[in-house]
Structures are given as C-alpha cells and as structure tokens.
C-alpha cells in the first residue's frame, strides 16, 4: 500500500522525536493526568530540541519543513498515551494563524518564541454561550482612544493555563453583519484586564490545560490586530481546514495504538483455553478495525498529499474528520470491550485513549456541522 512520501530525513526526524518522546514525556503522563496539568518546562524542552512549529521559514529562526513532519509529529504525540500537550494546536493551528496573517514585526516578534517554546500560544472562539455558531460571539473589541478595549469571556480554551498569547475573536459591537463584525487580535499575558480562570476539570484530556478566559476592559495596543479588521471570520474558516485535518490524523493514530495493543492483548489473552484470537468473533472483529483504519489511512494520505498541493478539500477535510472520529470511537469501544473488566482498570493503556478520543467527534467543529459543509458541497 503507498505511503505518504517520507525522505530520509523525515525518518531520522521521526527516530529522534519518538527518543525525545520516550525519555522526556511518556514516563511522566501517569503522574501529569494525575496532576490535571503539564509542566510548562516541557514545552520548552520541546522547543529547543527542534519539534515545535516546525514549518515556520528560517527567515524567522524556524526549520522551514513541509506538513508532512507535522503529520509525524502528531502521530508520534500519539504514541504517548496522552494529549496534554498538545503541540499541534500551537505549532499547526494557532502559529499559523501569525505565518499568515502577521505583521512582519509580529512575526519577527513572537514567532522565535513559539519555535523555542517561550511562548505558548492558544485560541480563543467559544464563549459560554456561543460554540458552533461563531457569529453569534459577543466578546467586544472597541477602538476607544487609539486603543482596542475587549470584554468578554471565553471558554475552553486548550493551553488556557499555559498559553503567553492568545489569539482571540472578538467583535466590533458598531459593525452589524455578525460576519463582518469579527476580527482576530493578539493579546499577551499579562495585560491588565486580562484573566485566566481555573482549569475546566474534563472526562478526558485530563492533563491538558484546558480554561475560561476572562477580558474586562482589557486595552491593547491598535497594533495587535491580527490582519485586516473584519476578517476574522473568514481567517477562521480557512484555518480550521488544517486543524480539522489534523484532528482526523490524531484519530486515526489513537486508534492504531488502541487496535495494536488489543491484538497482542488478544493473541495471549486465554478463553476457553485457547488465545481469543481462536476465537471467530474476535478476529473478525479485529479484522474489521484493521480493515476500517487502512481504509481511513488511505484517505487521509490523499488528503494530507491535496492539502500540501493546496488544493480545496474542505468537504474532503468535512468528510475524514467526521468520518475518522467517529471510527476512532467504534474502535476504543470495541477494543475495551474484547478487553473485559480489566479495560474498566485505570492500568489498562487503551483506557485514556478512550476518554480522551471521545471530544474528537465535537471540537474542531461538530461532526454535525461537518456534515452540513458536506450538504452544502453536494448542493443539497
Ligand atoms: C477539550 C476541548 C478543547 C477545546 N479547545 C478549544 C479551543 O482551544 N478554542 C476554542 O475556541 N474552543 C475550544 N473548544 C470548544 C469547541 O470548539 C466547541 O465545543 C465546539 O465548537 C462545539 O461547540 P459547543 O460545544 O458549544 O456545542 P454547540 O454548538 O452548542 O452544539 C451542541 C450540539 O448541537 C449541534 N449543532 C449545533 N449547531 C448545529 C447545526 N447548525 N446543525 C446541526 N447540529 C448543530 C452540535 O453538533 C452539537 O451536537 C474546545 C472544546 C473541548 C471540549
């Protein structure tokens, strides 16, 4: 079966990732879902050892790297039993945001910390009362005194705890059309007015750092307008295409980890005297998550390969993260159910994977509101 295009030197990057994976993050996951956090440090280990935002152009200190090392870096995430770091939202989704629509002096500003791991970076839409409908957010960003005055509260935000900047969709509250009324502004730390509130305790991704952002006449600088005033909606829509795709590969690898533990579970696992994998019911139904992933990897190598060409696959992205998280989902039930009771004990491994898989089929965009894209580009 084809792969995607890897060199050597996409190899020799994956080989030194999963050693710095294995070493610095994977002993210490038990210990960070126990802690409902990670430590700040670890993103700056990341950072120095070469394996954050890892596409930004030299120009501004980064490696320059196609998007196929941000597939391996979300597939060797994977491997780790845990999604409290998550570094693709910083490197693949929220750094992006300033690749593409910054200033040159907010590149040459932020983006060298992003690559080290100084700054930890977040994005903020939803509200308490605003989720899959964007446009009707009601954070307010005024220009009052050559100023940009924002209040509003968000909430969920993913490295809400962690993050030194945060992109934030606020809205003009004098502009009418809700689509036209959103921009995106860049808001550090540290600003007065600027609160994070506490972790959001979750069912699963349990060491992500996870929070309410709070903004009470919070001032900032005119400047930190994150491309043209207005557009904030639509810099959303295209972005969310490369975190959707990303969402879908993250799936498809947590259920490849979860699939590939519970063969070997089963070829050693007695029933009846004799290896589960015996046992017809069992290997079919091994056979058809096998089956189920190869068919999902296959698309996603499609897509991943139309995504790099910059193609338009937006209902294609619809379709494999609607699609891929739901399979994601089959499998972690499936798998935990051939386990038995022991799936119900926190030291079975696919457990976490389990929980944590599960908000794949609601954030990036519902898999309702995937499908409603897909409607719309079949002109239903
Ligand atoms: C762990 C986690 C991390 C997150 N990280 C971030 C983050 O970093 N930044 C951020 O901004 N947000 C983040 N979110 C929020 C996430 O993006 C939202 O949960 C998501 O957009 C869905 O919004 P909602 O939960 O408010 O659901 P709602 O929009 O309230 O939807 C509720 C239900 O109604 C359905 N529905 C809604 N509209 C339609 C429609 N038009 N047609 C059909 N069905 C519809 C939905 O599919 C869903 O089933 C995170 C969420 C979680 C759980």
């Known amino acids: 079966m084809k792969t995607l295009p890897y060199t050597e030197s996409h190899l020799a990057f994956r080989s030194r990732l999963r050693q710095f994976l294995k070493s610095e993050v994977t002993p210490h996951v038990d210990q960070w879902e126990k802690d409902h956090m990670i430590p700040r440090e670890i993103w700056r280990k990341m950072g120095r050892a070469g394996f954050l935002c890892t596409s930004v152009p030299e120009e501004y200190g980064g490696l320059g790297l196609d998007f196929l090392?941000?597939?391996i870096v979300n597939q060797e995430m994977a491997r780790t039993n845990h999604a409290g770091l998550m570094a693709y939202l910083h490197s693949d989704i929220v750094v992006p945001y300033i690749l593409?629509?910054?200033?040159?002096?907010?590149?040459k500003k932020y983006l060298p910390g992003c690559i080290n791991g100084d700054i930890v970076t977040a994005v903020a839409m939803t509200e308490p009362d605003s989720g899959s409908d964007l446009a009707s957010m009601s954070t307010s960003a005024e220009e009052i005194d050559g100023q940009v005055v924002i209040n509003g509260n968000k909430t969920f935000i993913s490295n809400g705890f962690h993050c030194d900047l945060v992109i934030l969709a606020a809205k003009d509250p004098l502009v009418k059309s809700p689509h036209k009324a959103v921009s995106l502004y860049i808001v550090e730390d540290g600003t007065p007015g600027f609160k994070k509130g506490n972790l959001i305790e979750k069912m699963g991704m349990r060491s992500q750092d996870t929070a309410e952002l709070f903004f009470n006449d919070c001032r900032i600088p005119k400047d930190n307008l994150l491309g043209q005033k207005g557009a904030g909606f639509v810099q959303l829509m295209k972005k969310l295409q490369q975190e959707r795709l990303l969402v879908a590969i993250l799936a498809v690898s947590m259920a490849r980890n979860m699939l590939?533990?519970?063969v070997e579970y089963c070829r050693h696992a007695l029933q009846n005297q004799e290896p589960m994998t015996k046992s017809q019911a069992t290997?079919?139904?091994?056979?058809?998550?096998?089956?189920?992933?190869k068919v999902g990897t296959a698309f996603l190598n499609d897509l991943v390969m139309a995504h790099m060409e910059n193609e338009d696959v937006t209902a294609e992205t619809s379709m494999a993260k609607y699609w891929c998280s739901e399979k994601a989902n089959e499998v972690a039930?499936?798998?935990?159910?051939?386990?038995?009771?022991?799936?119900?004990?926190?030291?079975c491994p696919i457990v976490r994977m389990w929980r944590d898989v599960r908000i794949h089929t609601i954030f990036a965009g519902t898999n309702e509101i995937m499908k409603n894209i897909?409607?719309?580009?079949?002109?239903?």
């Not at 897909?374 to 239903?380: D, V």
């Open 69 to 71: 090392y941000s597939v």
């Open 283 to 293: 290997r079919f139904a091994l056979v058809e998550m096998e089956t189920e992933l």
């Open 100 to 107: 593409s629509y910054g200033l040159e002096v907010q590149k």
């Open 333 to 347: 039930n499936r798998c935990l159910e051939l386990v038995g009771r022991k799936s119900a004990s926190e030291d």
């Open 374 to 380: 897909i409607a719309k580009s079949m002109k239903l």
């Open 260 to 262: 590939d533990w519970t």
